[in-house]
Protein backbone atom coordinates (compact mmCIF):
# COMPACT_ATOMS: atom_id res chain seq x y z
CA UNK A 1 0.00 0.00 0.00
CA UNK A 2 2.97 2.29 0.71
CA UNK A 3 4.59 1.23 -2.67
CA UNK A 4 1.16 2.50 -4.50
CA UNK A 5 0.53 6.27 -2.75
CA UNK A 6 4.47 6.33 -3.46
CA UNK A 7 4.02 5.93 -7.00
CA UNK A 8 0.99 8.32 -7.17
CA UNK A 9 2.79 11.06 -5.38
CA UNK A 10 5.72 10.55 -7.87
CA UNK A 11 3.07 10.53 -10.98
CA UNK A 12 0.83 13.54 -9.71
CA UNK A 13 4.59 15.46 -8.84
CA UNK A 14 5.54 14.49 -12.71
CA UNK A 15 2.34 15.69 -14.16
CA UNK A 16 3.08 18.90 -12.07
CA UNK A 17 6.00 19.25 -13.24
CA UNK A 18 5.35 18.69 -16.87
CA UNK A 19 2.37 21.10 -16.78
CA UNK A 20 4.55 24.02 -15.26
CA UNK A 21 7.43 23.12 -18.44
CA UNK A 22 4.25 22.89 -20.76
CA UNK A 23 3.14 26.38 -19.62
CA UNK A 24 6.64 28.00 -19.51
CA UNK A 25 7.56 26.72 -23.23
CA UNK A 26 3.94 28.36 -24.22
CA UNK A 27 5.05 31.42 -22.78
CA UNK A 28 8.38 31.10 -24.32
CA UNK A 29 6.88 30.70 -27.50
CA UNK A 30 4.78 33.34 -27.56
CA UNK A 31 7.90 35.51 -26.52
CA UNK A 32 9.83 34.07 -29.30
CA UNK A 33 6.88 34.65 -31.83
CA UNK A 34 5.72 38.23 -30.53
CA UNK A 35 2.52 36.88 -30.34
CA UNK A 36 1.39 38.27 -26.83
CA UNK A 37 -2.41 37.71 -25.26
CA UNK A 38 -2.89 41.09 -26.78
CA UNK A 39 -2.46 40.48 -29.91
CA UNK A 40 -4.71 37.12 -29.53
CA UNK A 41 -7.23 39.82 -28.37
CA UNK A 42 -6.74 42.22 -31.10
CA UNK A 43 -6.92 39.36 -33.99
CA UNK A 44 -9.79 37.87 -32.41
CA UNK A 45 -11.88 41.42 -32.34
CA UNK A 46 -10.75 41.87 -36.26
CA UNK A 47 -12.58 38.84 -37.28
CA UNK A 48 -15.39 39.05 -34.47
CA UNK A 49 -15.45 42.68 -34.38
CA UNK A 50 -18.25 43.76 -31.52
CA UNK A 51 -21.37 44.55 -31.89
CA UNK A 52 -22.65 46.93 -28.39
CA UNK A 53 -26.59 46.92 -27.03
CA UNK A 54 -26.67 49.99 -25.41
CA UNK A 55 -25.49 53.35 -25.51
CA UNK A 56 -26.51 56.52 -24.60
CA UNK A 57 -24.52 59.14 -27.19
CA UNK A 58 -27.36 61.08 -28.43
CA UNK A 59 -29.08 62.08 -24.96
CA UNK A 60 -25.70 63.31 -24.35
CA UNK A 61 -25.58 65.52 -27.68
CA UNK A 62 -28.89 66.42 -26.42
CA UNK A 63 -27.66 67.45 -23.31
CA UNK A 64 -24.54 69.07 -24.36
CA UNK A 65 -25.04 70.61 -27.56
CA UNK A 66 -28.82 71.02 -27.93
CA UNK A 67 -28.22 68.42 -30.76
CA UNK A 68 -26.57 70.80 -32.63
CA UNK A 69 -23.96 68.43 -34.19
CA UNK A 70 -22.18 71.59 -35.90
CA UNK A 71 -20.29 72.15 -32.57
CA UNK A 72 -18.73 69.06 -31.78
CA UNK A 73 -16.20 67.00 -33.32
CA UNK A 74 -17.67 63.56 -32.61
CA UNK A 75 -14.13 61.92 -33.71
CA UNK A 76 -12.94 63.69 -30.34
CA UNK A 77 -15.41 63.98 -27.61
CA UNK A 78 -13.24 64.66 -24.60
CA UNK A 79 -15.89 65.09 -22.23
CA UNK A 80 -17.55 61.53 -22.83
CA UNK A 81 -16.74 58.16 -23.13
CA UNK A 82 -17.89 57.74 -26.86
CA UNK A 83 -16.31 59.10 -30.19
CA UNK A 84 -15.52 57.64 -33.50
CA UNK A 85 -11.57 56.99 -32.82
CA UNK A 86 -11.93 54.97 -29.71
CA UNK A 87 -14.76 53.08 -30.86
CA UNK A 88 -12.39 52.15 -33.58
CA UNK A 89 -9.90 51.24 -31.19
CA UNK A 90 -12.39 49.03 -29.01
CA UNK A 91 -13.25 47.29 -32.48
CA UNK A 92 -16.62 48.28 -31.99
CA UNK A 93 -18.47 47.39 -35.59
CA UNK A 94 -21.94 47.93 -35.05
CA UNK A 95 -23.77 50.45 -32.24
CA UNK A 96 -27.33 50.16 -30.99
CA UNK A 97 -27.56 54.10 -29.95
CA UNK A 98 -30.73 54.61 -27.56
CA UNK A 99 -33.04 57.77 -28.87
CA UNK A 100 -34.10 58.01 -25.27
CA UNK A 101 -36.49 60.86 -23.52
CA UNK A 102 -36.64 61.03 -19.83
CA UNK A 103 -40.13 59.71 -18.07
CA UNK A 104 -40.92 63.31 -17.60
CA UNK A 105 -42.26 63.66 -20.54
CA UNK A 106 -44.94 60.68 -20.52
CA UNK A 107 -48.22 62.57 -20.76
CA UNK A 108 -46.51 65.48 -22.99
CA UNK A 109 -44.68 65.41 -25.90
CA UNK A 110 -42.46 62.49 -25.25
CA UNK A 111 -43.04 61.68 -28.98
CA UNK A 112 -41.63 65.17 -30.08
CA UNK A 113 -38.71 64.70 -28.56
CA UNK A 114 -37.95 60.86 -29.60
CA UNK A 115 -38.43 61.97 -33.26
CA UNK A 116 -35.66 64.63 -32.68
CA UNK A 117 -33.94 62.16 -30.92
CA UNK A 118 -34.13 60.05 -33.91
CA UNK A 119 -33.16 62.19 -36.26
CA UNK A 120 -29.51 63.53 -34.41
CA UNK A 121 -28.48 59.77 -34.99
CA UNK A 122 -29.49 59.53 -38.48
CA UNK A 123 -27.54 62.63 -39.20
CA UNK A 124 -24.77 61.36 -37.27
CA UNK A 125 -24.59 59.03 -40.02
CA UNK A 126 -24.70 61.00 -43.14
CA UNK A 127 -22.72 63.95 -41.56
CA UNK A 128 -19.94 61.09 -40.52
CA UNK A 129 -18.99 58.76 -43.04
CA UNK A 130 -17.24 56.52 -40.43
CA UNK A 131 -21.34 55.63 -39.21
CA UNK A 132 -23.60 54.25 -41.25
CA UNK A 133 -27.71 53.78 -40.47
CA UNK A 134 -28.82 50.12 -40.60
CA UNK A 135 -32.01 48.46 -40.38
CA UNK A 136 -31.14 44.36 -40.72
CA UNK A 137 -28.99 42.04 -39.81
CA UNK A 138 -27.47 41.74 -43.45
CA UNK A 139 -26.54 45.56 -43.24
CA UNK A 140 -24.75 45.23 -40.35
CA UNK A 141 -22.79 42.60 -42.09
CA UNK A 142 -22.54 44.42 -45.12
CA UNK A 143 -21.07 47.47 -43.22
CA UNK A 144 -18.21 45.09 -41.76
CA UNK A 145 -17.51 44.66 -45.18
CA UNK A 146 -17.45 48.43 -45.62
CA UNK A 147 -15.48 49.05 -42.55
CA UNK A 148 -18.12 51.12 -40.98
CA UNK A 149 -19.62 51.43 -37.50
CA UNK A 150 -23.40 50.79 -37.84
CA UNK A 151 -25.65 52.71 -36.04
CA UNK A 152 -28.79 50.50 -34.74
CA UNK A 153 -31.33 53.02 -33.63
CA UNK A 154 -33.44 51.72 -30.38
CA UNK A 155 -36.21 53.44 -28.10
CA UNK A 156 -35.49 53.55 -24.52
CA UNK A 157 -39.02 53.35 -23.10
CA UNK A 158 -42.58 53.00 -24.17
CA UNK A 159 -43.85 56.10 -22.95
CA UNK A 160 -42.02 57.05 -26.50
CA UNK A 161 -44.76 56.20 -28.51
CA UNK A 162 -47.64 57.64 -26.07
CA UNK A 163 -49.78 53.91 -26.38
CA UNK A 164 -50.23 54.63 -30.15
CA UNK A 165 -49.52 51.12 -32.21
CA UNK A 166 -49.62 53.95 -35.64
CA UNK A 167 -46.42 56.08 -33.72
CA UNK A 168 -44.89 52.64 -33.36
CA UNK A 169 -44.89 51.91 -36.89
CA UNK A 170 -43.93 55.10 -38.04
CA UNK A 171 -40.69 55.46 -35.66
CA UNK A 172 -40.02 51.54 -37.53
CA UNK A 173 -40.32 53.37 -41.27
CA UNK A 174 -37.61 55.91 -39.51
CA UNK A 175 -35.68 52.80 -38.80
CA UNK A 176 -36.12 52.04 -35.13
CA UNK A 177 -35.21 48.18 -34.78
CA UNK A 178 -36.07 47.67 -31.03
CA UNK A 179 -37.60 49.10 -28.12
CA UNK A 180 -37.44 48.97 -24.36
CA UNK A 181 -41.30 48.32 -22.87
CA UNK A 182 -40.39 51.05 -20.40
CA UNK A 183 -38.11 52.68 -19.02
CA UNK A 184 -37.78 54.02 -15.17
CA UNK A 185 -41.54 55.03 -14.88
CA UNK A 186 -44.18 52.67 -15.80
CA UNK A 187 -46.43 53.27 -18.92
CA UNK A 188 -50.28 52.44 -19.17
CA UNK A 189 -49.63 48.86 -20.48
CA UNK A 190 -46.07 47.80 -18.93
CA UNK A 191 -44.21 47.75 -15.69
CA UNK A 192 -40.86 49.48 -14.83
CA UNK A 193 -38.32 47.73 -12.41
CA UNK A 194 -38.12 51.02 -10.69
CA UNK A 195 -40.21 52.73 -8.20
CA UNK A 196 -38.60 56.37 -9.15
CA UNK A 197 -42.31 57.59 -10.58
CA UNK A 198 -45.59 57.44 -9.76
CA UNK A 199 -46.97 56.61 -13.28
CA UNK A 200 -49.65 54.32 -13.64
CA UNK A 201 -49.31 52.23 -10.37
CA UNK A 202 -51.50 49.08 -10.57
CA UNK A 203 -51.43 45.44 -9.28
CA UNK A 204 -51.02 41.80 -10.84
CA UNK A 205 -51.48 43.18 -14.71
CA UNK A 206 -47.71 43.84 -15.21
CA UNK A 207 -48.85 43.74 -18.65
CA UNK A 208 -52.19 44.58 -20.04
CA UNK A 209 -53.86 43.04 -22.90
CA UNK A 210 -52.59 46.48 -25.03
CA UNK A 211 -49.19 45.29 -23.63
CA UNK A 212 -49.62 42.08 -25.47
CA UNK A 213 -51.11 44.12 -28.72
CA UNK A 214 -47.48 46.16 -28.62
CA UNK A 215 -45.72 42.97 -28.31
CA UNK A 216 -47.69 41.04 -31.09
CA UNK A 217 -46.86 44.53 -32.95
CA UNK A 218 -43.72 44.65 -32.63
CA UNK A 219 -43.15 41.07 -33.76
CA UNK A 220 -45.14 41.70 -36.87
CA UNK A 221 -42.72 44.33 -38.14
CA UNK A 222 -39.68 42.75 -36.98
CA UNK A 223 -38.32 45.06 -34.04
CA UNK A 224 -36.32 43.54 -31.35
CA UNK A 225 -38.42 43.66 -27.65
CA UNK A 226 -36.14 44.88 -25.10
CA UNK A 227 -36.41 43.82 -21.13
CA UNK A 228 -33.67 45.75 -19.44
CA UNK A 229 -35.72 48.11 -17.00
CA UNK A 230 -39.13 45.90 -17.15
CA UNK A 231 -40.05 44.49 -13.77
CA UNK A 232 -39.31 40.73 -13.58
CA UNK A 233 -43.64 40.35 -13.74
CA UNK A 234 -43.53 41.93 -17.33
CA UNK A 235 -40.32 40.27 -18.22
CA UNK A 236 -42.07 36.88 -17.93
CA UNK A 237 -45.28 37.66 -19.34
CA UNK A 238 -43.30 38.89 -22.56
CA UNK A 239 -41.32 35.74 -22.39
CA UNK A 240 -44.80 33.95 -22.74
CA UNK A 241 -46.58 36.07 -25.02
CA UNK A 242 -43.54 37.31 -27.52
CA UNK A 243 -43.27 34.86 -30.59
CA UNK A 244 -39.88 36.09 -31.43
CA UNK A 245 -37.03 35.88 -29.23
CA UNK A 246 -36.43 38.72 -26.84
CA UNK A 247 -33.10 40.62 -25.50
CA UNK A 248 -32.08 42.60 -22.11
CA UNK A 249 -29.71 44.87 -23.84
CA UNK A 250 -27.95 46.40 -21.16
CA UNK A 251 -28.86 44.29 -17.56
CA UNK A 252 -26.59 42.43 -15.82
CA UNK A 253 -26.45 39.15 -13.53
CA UNK A 254 -28.79 39.44 -10.17
CA UNK A 255 -26.96 37.00 -8.27
CA UNK A 256 -23.74 38.73 -8.24
CA UNK A 257 -25.48 41.87 -7.63
CA UNK A 258 -28.64 41.96 -6.47
CA UNK A 259 -30.14 45.41 -8.07
CA UNK A 260 -33.48 45.50 -9.54
CA UNK A 261 -32.13 46.35 -12.70
CA UNK A 262 -30.58 42.51 -13.04
CA UNK A 263 -31.98 39.69 -13.91
CA UNK A 264 -32.34 36.98 -11.62
CA UNK A 265 -30.96 33.39 -12.51
CA UNK A 266 -35.00 32.02 -12.54
CA UNK A 267 -35.39 34.37 -15.43
CA UNK A 268 -32.46 33.93 -17.52
CA UNK A 269 -33.86 30.35 -17.85
CA UNK A 270 -37.03 31.37 -19.36
CA UNK A 271 -34.85 34.04 -21.21
CA UNK A 272 -32.86 30.87 -22.75
CA UNK A 273 -35.83 28.72 -23.72
CA UNK A 274 -37.32 31.59 -26.01
CA UNK A 275 -33.51 31.64 -27.18
CA UNK A 276 -33.23 35.32 -26.03
CA UNK A 277 -30.07 37.07 -25.18
CA UNK A 278 -28.75 39.29 -22.36
CA UNK A 279 -26.24 42.10 -22.96
CA UNK A 280 -24.25 42.28 -19.79
CA UNK A 281 -24.61 46.19 -18.62
CA UNK A 282 -20.92 48.00 -17.51
CA UNK A 283 -22.28 50.15 -15.49
CA UNK A 284 -20.26 49.88 -11.83
CA UNK A 285 -23.57 50.25 -9.73
CA UNK A 286 -24.76 46.79 -11.74
CA UNK A 287 -21.43 45.39 -11.64
CA UNK A 288 -20.74 45.84 -7.55
CA UNK A 289 -23.76 47.02 -6.45
CA UNK A 290 -21.47 50.13 -5.84
CA UNK A 291 -19.77 52.93 -7.47
CA UNK A 292 -16.74 50.94 -8.00
CA UNK A 293 -15.87 48.04 -9.46
CA UNK A 294 -13.06 46.59 -11.78
CA UNK A 295 -12.64 43.96 -14.49
CA UNK A 296 -12.68 41.25 -12.72
CA UNK A 297 -16.07 41.92 -11.61
CA UNK A 298 -17.21 42.33 -14.52
CA UNK A 299 -15.98 38.64 -15.89
CA UNK A 300 -17.70 37.36 -12.69
CA UNK A 301 -20.70 38.18 -14.43
CA UNK A 302 -20.09 36.83 -17.72
CA UNK A 303 -19.13 33.66 -16.11
CA UNK A 304 -22.25 33.03 -13.82
CA UNK A 305 -24.51 33.70 -17.04
CA UNK A 306 -22.57 30.91 -18.84
CA UNK A 307 -22.79 29.00 -16.21
CA UNK A 308 -26.69 29.19 -15.84
CA UNK A 309 -27.44 29.34 -19.53
CA UNK A 310 -24.52 29.20 -21.24
CA UNK A 311 -22.45 31.62 -23.50
CA UNK A 312 -24.58 31.39 -26.93
CA UNK A 313 -27.17 33.47 -24.59
CA UNK A 314 -24.73 36.35 -23.38
CA UNK A 315 -23.44 39.71 -25.82
CA UNK A 316 -22.49 43.40 -24.46
CA UNK A 317 -24.40 46.22 -24.00
CA UNK A 318 -22.06 48.38 -22.03
CA UNK A 319 -24.63 51.78 -21.13
CA UNK A 320 -21.76 54.07 -21.81
CA UNK A 321 -23.51 57.74 -21.78
CA UNK A 322 -26.38 56.88 -20.11
CA UNK A 323 -24.35 56.13 -16.65
CA UNK A 324 -21.66 57.93 -14.68
CA UNK A 325 -19.62 55.35 -13.19
CA UNK A 326 -17.37 52.39 -14.96
CA UNK A 327 -15.31 49.83 -13.18
CA UNK A 328 -11.36 50.50 -13.35
CA UNK A 329 -10.20 49.73 -16.93
CA UNK A 330 -13.35 49.84 -18.90
CA UNK A 331 -13.47 53.40 -18.70
CA UNK A 332 -14.96 53.99 -22.19
CA UNK A 333 -15.62 52.25 -25.83
CA UNK A 334 -11.89 51.97 -26.23
CA UNK A 335 -11.32 49.60 -23.31
CA UNK A 336 -13.50 46.70 -24.26
CA UNK A 337 -10.06 45.01 -25.18
CA UNK A 338 -9.05 44.67 -21.75
CA UNK A 339 -12.80 42.26 -20.96
CA UNK A 340 -12.18 39.98 -23.64
CA UNK A 341 -8.47 39.18 -22.25
CA UNK A 342 -9.91 38.76 -19.02
CA UNK A 343 -12.13 35.90 -20.70
CA UNK A 344 -9.26 34.33 -22.17
CA UNK A 345 -7.90 34.51 -19.05
CA UNK A 346 -10.63 32.62 -17.44
CA UNK A 347 -10.50 29.84 -20.18
CA UNK A 348 -13.46 31.08 -22.25
CA UNK A 349 -12.69 30.02 -25.80
CA UNK A 350 -12.68 32.48 -29.04
CA UNK A 351 -15.63 30.48 -30.41
CA UNK A 352 -17.70 31.88 -27.16
CA UNK A 353 -16.02 35.12 -27.77
CA UNK A 354 -16.86 35.22 -31.19
CA UNK A 355 -21.12 34.03 -30.09
CA UNK A 356 -20.57 37.07 -27.27
CA UNK A 357 -19.04 39.87 -29.71
CA UNK A 358 -21.71 39.07 -32.12
CA UNK A 359 -22.52 36.43 -33.24
CA UNK A 360 -25.23 35.85 -30.72
CA UNK A 361 -26.87 38.98 -31.44
CA UNK A 362 -26.87 38.46 -35.13
CA UNK A 363 -28.24 35.50 -34.60
CA UNK A 364 -31.49 36.91 -32.41
CA UNK A 365 -32.20 39.72 -34.95
CA UNK A 366 -32.17 37.10 -37.63
CA UNK A 367 -34.91 35.03 -35.62
CA UNK A 368 -36.83 38.10 -35.38
CA UNK A 369 -36.47 38.69 -39.43
CA UNK A 370 -37.91 35.15 -39.85
CA UNK A 371 -41.08 35.80 -37.35
CA UNK A 372 -41.60 39.42 -39.28
CA UNK A 373 -41.53 37.13 -42.49
CA UNK A 374 -43.95 34.59 -41.07
CA UNK A 375 -46.41 37.34 -40.16
CA UNK A 376 -46.09 38.95 -43.09
CA UNK A 377 -49.98 38.18 -44.05
CA UNK A 378 -51.11 39.59 -41.03
CA UNK A 379 -52.24 43.38 -41.36
CA UNK A 380 -50.91 46.44 -39.09
CA UNK A 381 -52.64 45.67 -35.82
CA UNK A 382 -55.99 48.52 -34.86
CA UNK A 383 -56.04 48.05 -31.19
CA UNK A 384 -56.59 50.92 -29.41
CA UNK A 385 -55.86 51.38 -25.80
CA UNK A 386 -58.70 52.12 -24.06
CA UNK A 387 -59.19 55.99 -22.79
CA UNK A 388 -60.28 55.46 -19.07
CA UNK A 389 -56.20 53.17 -18.97
CA UNK A 390 -54.21 56.22 -20.32
CA UNK A 391 -56.06 58.82 -18.42
CA UNK A 392 -53.99 62.01 -19.91
CA UNK A 393 -55.44 65.32 -19.65
CA UNK A 394 -53.29 66.00 -22.68
CA UNK A 395 -54.50 63.60 -24.86
CA UNK A 396 -56.96 64.65 -26.95
CA UNK A 397 -60.19 62.15 -28.02
CA UNK A 398 -61.27 62.72 -31.54
CA UNK A 399 -65.00 62.90 -31.56
CA UNK A 400 -67.47 65.17 -33.59
CA UNK A 401 -67.11 68.82 -32.41
CA UNK A 402 -70.13 70.05 -29.70
CA UNK A 403 -70.74 73.25 -31.42
CA UNK A 404 -73.90 74.40 -28.94
CA UNK A 405 -71.42 76.56 -26.99
CA UNK A 406 -70.42 78.49 -29.59
CA UNK A 407 -71.66 82.55 -30.08
CA UNK A 408 -72.28 81.66 -33.45
CA UNK A 409 -74.08 78.81 -33.08
CA UNK A 410 -76.21 80.47 -30.38
CA UNK A 411 -76.76 83.49 -32.66
CA UNK A 412 -77.94 80.81 -35.19
CA UNK A 413 -79.96 79.19 -32.90
CA UNK A 414 -81.93 81.96 -31.84
CA UNK A 415 -82.39 83.24 -35.62
CA UNK A 416 -84.06 79.66 -36.41
CA UNK A 417 -86.13 79.89 -33.52
CA UNK A 418 -87.31 83.31 -34.56
CA UNK A 419 -86.89 82.55 -38.11
CA UNK A 420 -90.91 82.00 -39.27
CA UNK A 421 -92.81 84.92 -36.91
CA UNK A 422 -89.75 87.47 -38.49
CA UNK A 423 -90.80 86.32 -41.79
CA UNK A 424 -94.12 86.95 -41.35
CA UNK A 425 -93.76 90.37 -40.16
CA UNK A 426 -92.20 91.08 -42.73
CA UNK A 427 -94.21 89.84 -45.51
CA UNK A 428 -97.02 91.90 -43.89
CA UNK A 429 -94.78 95.09 -43.68
CA UNK A 430 -93.78 94.74 -47.35
CA UNK A 431 -97.75 94.51 -48.63
CA UNK A 432 -98.75 97.10 -46.35
CA UNK A 433 -95.67 99.06 -48.05
CA UNK A 434 -97.02 98.39 -51.40
CA UNK A 435 -100.78 99.39 -50.85
CA UNK A 436 -99.70 102.42 -49.85
CA UNK A 437 -97.97 102.92 -52.77
CA UNK A 438 -100.72 101.92 -54.87
CA UNK A 439 -102.80 104.77 -53.09
Same mark, same amino acid.
Given at each position: ?8 ? $? ?44 ? &? ?23 ? $? ?45 ? #? ?25 ? /? ?40 ? #? ?25 ? /? ?9 ? $? ?28 ? &? ?20 ? /?????? $?? /? ?19 GIGSDFEGAVSFP ?32 NFLRVFEEVERVR ?33 ? *? ?11 ? *? ?19
Amino acid at each position: MPCRNTRAS $ASSSLWMKSLRHLVVLCSLCSLISGYSPRDRVHDLMARYPLIDGHN &DLPLQLRRFHNNQLSKVDLHNVSKL $ATDITRLQAGRVQAQMFAVYVMCGAQEKDAVRLTLEQIDVVRRMCTE #YQDFELVTSAQEIRNSEMRRKIACLLS /IEGGHSIDSSLPALRMFYQLGVRSMALTHTCNTPWAESSSKL #YNFYQRQNNSLTQFGKAVVEEMNRLGM /IVDLSHTSWDT $AQAVLKHSKAPVIFSHSSSYSICNHERNVP &DWLLHELKKKRGLIMVNLHSNF /ISCRNE $AN /ISLVADHFDHIKQVIGAKSIGIGSDFEGAVSFPQGLEDVSKYPALIQELLQRNWTENELADVLRRNFLRVFEEVERVRDQLSLNRPSEVQIRVEEVQNPCRLVLRPPDLRGL *PSERNRSAGAQHG *PKGLLILAVVLLLSSLFMIE
